[in-house]
Every structure is written in C-alpha cells, then in structure tokens.
C-alpha cells in the first residue's frame, strides 16, 4: 500500500447530469479529505456537465475514488498525480 500523498487532478465528465449527478456528488463527499478544490461547470447546450478536481492523494486513495466514479453509468474520468 502507498501511503505517500502527492498532489494531482481528476477530470469527470457526465453524460446526463440529471441521472449522474446526485451518485457523484455522493461519493465525492465520501472522498472530501483528499479534495483540495473543486469547479463544476454544466454545458448549457445540453445535459451534460465537467467536474474538476485538485487532490491531494495516495495512489490508493485516487484508485478509489476513480475507480468507483468510472463504474457510475455515463461518467468519464481521468487522472494524474505529480511523480514526487
């Protein structure tokens, strides 16, 4: 288990806003601890919307996160953390 934090950013985008939204937001209060900021922007030509997050993580930490973000029907996620 790595227990070293490092500074990153996760990119979400939802599909349908209206059906993913509230699964989301759920678990991205799950995960507060580790979310340094966050900016949700909704596209106002349709339902969908970007979420971006600054984190400070454990490679552990983020593939949860991540991991069950990704599983949520018509959510796409994608991150990085600094190497050091």
């Known amino acids: 288990m790595n227990t070293e934090k490092r500074l990153g950013f996760v990119g979400i985008i939802l ?3 209206t059906q993913s939204a509230p699964l989301v937001n759920e678990l991205l ?19 969908d ?11 552990d930490e983020l593939g949860q996160l991540t991991g069950r973000l990704g599983s949520i029907p018509g959510v796409q996620v994608k991150s990085a953390l600094s190497k050091k």
Do not use: Y
């Open 15 to 17: 599909e349908d806003r």
């Open 29 to 47: 209060s799950k995960h507060g601890a580790i979310i340094l900021a966050r900016t949700g922007i909704p596209h106002i030509k349709g339902d």
């Open 49 to 59: 919307s970007v979420i971006t997050l600054v984190v400070d993580s454990t490679t």
